[in-house]
């Protein structure tokens, strides 16, 4: 279990406890390993590449047959008025998908490996004092 490290400040008479570091972050994302011999079920979700839609054997941006007012539902990379209606709930992937999804996941991890994000007050925070 990580431990959060705290700061406390007291401020005009105020005592305050600050959280120092403690946020999750992107960087914790595990490796997927995606197959063309891995049967893959309508919306296994894989961060970067999106949701697999085993009709269409890919993984797209939104969920099978996910819903917007304005739109309709979403299936195979495009709207309809109605819901795509099929038996196939899971399928294979083609070799091009793995590797476009495996592609687009490691570009994430990739991303949130390199960013950095830091928490307490850093140079943000100065302090005067008002005495020359």
Known sequence: MKRCKKVILILSGAL???PM?????PRD???VELSTENTYTNNHYVPGAGYYHAHY???FPYPYNHYD???GYFAGGSWS???HTSALTASKPASGAVANAQAAHSALRAKAASSTTR???GRSATFRTGIS
Do not use: D, K, M, V
């Open 29 to 31: 994302l595990p490796p």
């Open 81 to 83: 008025p109605e819901a």
């Open 16 to 18: 305050t406890t600050l």
């Open 69 to 71: 007012p304005a739109r």
């Open 119 to 121: 928490t307490g007050f």
């Open 57 to 59: 054997g890919n993984w």
């Open 21 to 25: 570091g403690c946020s999750r972050q």
